[in-house]
């Protein structure tokens, strides 16, 4: 019998709206959570994979008084360019929104005044940090220092990016602020903290109770969560959303912005239900204890995840606007996270300008080569570090050579010689051994993306590959066509069957260059298709562009595939481009290196 689909919620970190992301960004929350999404759509499963672009707190405060522009400029600014770089790299969301729209706000008041009214945020007096030079608050984000904890020189004043540790401004040791260099004043002012060490018990027993995650966010989580303290869920800023508790002015204090960041997997999801004319339809994901959740992210996101998000919607529970008594709200299943990718061995920053900006590398390389090198050689489970001498190499010699050579050689081949898919003759062992090889790879590459093992899973594909470009150099059917005709469509044939299984191995990692495949196969239909916008009316009429995709339409499953007798092929043309070696000088000079 046919498994039920099962839901799948997939929801990658928000990206911040404060400037463009660089491929460092997408290494830990697109490319990962995209080819698993795409290997769950292929598996026949339900996936809802939803996030937008995080627009509130300091982040997008700083750079907008940078460039002398409002907030709300700044968000609607980056919030395209993001959409953008996301569309070219093929991030198949079903819904990218934003965190400043009227749906938001309301998800996130929900939980906010939910959580106060069951009495896990709880109001304390605490030391603000002021500008000695005008008076003006200074959110934690504006300030820096050395960490207590590491000795890090670089930490801010909610987190250290170092060790990973929370953090308050007045911990700095030697605190900084970031607009004019000058020390903070700090004087009291009151917050509401989220009451964490009443969840550290229930938080702990979840977590001990986890499978398969990778060892050092299970580990970490684990160590945050014996020491937890409140943590302020309000902060001295006019950006955000209002905090809706009687003695909380929206001119001086707003929700913080990890607190609203993280509800925008809900709120996102409650989004794309009314999109589609069906509002109760988040219900089936957020709902539903069968449904399973996985977050993609870097490591420096951990503890919102994997502590703060947990105990935020244990303290909601069923109740609220939104719960409805309906449920309790789906804890995360796993979070994925990936460690850094540095960048020609320097840390990637935004704020000092050492990036490789996804829409600069897409103005001038395919994105299927750049969602190789980062599965293949990315961040997956310790630091990495990009080079443009090793993306030049992978690209030359792995994608070219490997798999753009097997569907070259084997399509021309077929192209020239039968201009159709030939039919095949008797299998020989070789023959069988070829596509048997292909034929489990289903299995195993599928198990390592459920695992969230996407490098093994993208080198066995791989592997696949090489087998059956072996198997075609043996055979030469280039040769065998003037020996024996029949024998030559039989092995073209087996190639053409192996390559048609691949291209759907691969797609969730390459998926421009599998679509490119499929229709060279003669195939009509999307088996990777577009991303699109689509404009969003709210109740009061505003409205905001989103990007999303019809994936039910898409053809093609999970499984072994073979391209039937007589189908007419297409001209071949090359899957990738081979890079020059000027490339390399090219880039680093680009870097000023």
């Known amino acids: 019998m046919p498994q039920t689909p099962q839901k799948i919620l997939v929801a990658p970190a928000w990206p911040y709206a404060s400037g463009p992301r660089h491929i460092g960004h997408v290494a830990g929350f697109a490319v990962p959570a995209d080819v698993f999404a795409r290997y769950h759509r292929l598996k026949g499963n339900d996936v809802l994979m939803v996030s937008g672009t995080d627009e509130h707190g300091t982040p997008v405060m700083v750079s907008a008084d940078r460039q002398g522009v409002s907030p709300r400029e700044l968000a609607d600014r980056n919030n395209a360019l993001i959409r953008d770089d996301l569309r070219n790299l093929g991030i198949s969301y079903d819904l990218f929104t934003r965190t400043s729209t009227r749906n938001h706000y309301r998800v996130t008041q929900d939980m906010f005044r939910t959580l106060y009214d069951n009495g896990y945020l709880v109001e304390r007096t605490t030391l603000g940090a002021f500008s000695a030079s005008t008076g003006r608050t200074l959110p934690d984000r504006y300030i820096e220092g050395t960490c207590p904890i590491c000795g890090y020189a670089e930490a801010r004043g909610d987190q250290c990016d170092n060790c990973g540790n929370q953090l308050d401004p007045v911990d700095l040791i030697e605190p900084r602020s970031i607009v004019d260099g000058s020390a903070p004043e700090f004087r009291e002012t009151t917050h509401l903290f989220l009451d964490l060490p009443a969840f550290a018990e229930r938080l702990a027993e979840w977590l001990s109770a986890q ?119 789906h804890l995360p299943t796993n979070v994925v996270a990936s460690e850094y990718l540095t960048m020609e061995g320097k840390k990637a920053s935004t704020s000092r300008n050492i990036a490789i900006w996804v829409a600069d590398f897409l103005s001038r390389y395919d994105a299927d080569p750049l969602r190789y090198y980062l599965t293949a050689a990315g961040p997956e489970t310790q630091d990495t570090d990009f080079t443009w001498e090793e993306f030049v190499r992978r690209n030359n010699d792995e994608l070219l050579a490997n798999w753009g050579n097997l569907v070259n050689r084997t399509l ?7 201009g159709e898919v030939p039919a095949r003759g008797e299998l020989t062992a070789k023959d069988r051994a070829v596509l048997d090889e292909v034929g489990r790879a289903f299995d195993v590459v599928g198990a390592l993306i459920e695992q969230t093992r996407f490098r093994a899973a993208v080198q066995e594909a791989m592997r696949c590959s090489a087998f059956t470009n072996q198997y075609l150099s043996e055979e030469a059917p280039w040769s065998l066509v003037t020996t024996s005709r029949e024998r030559a469509a039989t092995v073209l044939n087996v190639a053409l069957t192996c390559v048609d299984s691949l291209k759907t191995l691969l797609a969730p990692f390459l998926p421009f260059s599998s679509q490119l495949v499929h229709e060279l196969l003669g195939y009509e239909g999307l088996l990777a298709g577009p991303l699109a916008y689509e404009t969003v009316t709210e109740e009061d009429g505003s409205t905001h562009e989103v990007l999303t995709g019809d994936y039910g339409s898409w053809v093609g499953s999970w499984a072994p595939s073979e391209p039937p007798a007589g189908q007419k092929l297409r001209e071949p043309r090359p899957l990738f481009r081979k890079l020059p070696p000027e490339t390399v000088a090219d880039e680093l000079a680009r870097l000023g290196l």
């Open 412 to 418: 021309v081949n077929a192209y020239r010689t039968f």
């Open 211 to 329: 499978e398969g995650w990778r060892p050092n966010v299970k580990n970490f989580s684990l160590g945050l969560v014996r020491e937890l303290k409140p943590r302020a869920m309000t902060r001295d800023i006019d950006w955000g959303v209002p905090v809706p508790v009687d003695g909380y002015p929206e001119e001086s204090k707003r929700i913080y912005v990890w607190f609203d960041a993280v509800i925008g997997y809900l709120s996102a999801s409650v989004e794309w239900a009314h999109n589609r004319g069906t509002p109760d339809a988040w219900r089936e994901w957020w709902q539903n204890p069968d449904a399973a959740h996985f977050y993609f992210m870097g490591k420096d996101n951990i503890v919102f995840h994997s502590v703060i998000w947990p105990a935020m919607l244990l303290g909601y529970g069923s109740g609220g606007e939104l719960g409805a008594g309906r449920g309790d709200l």
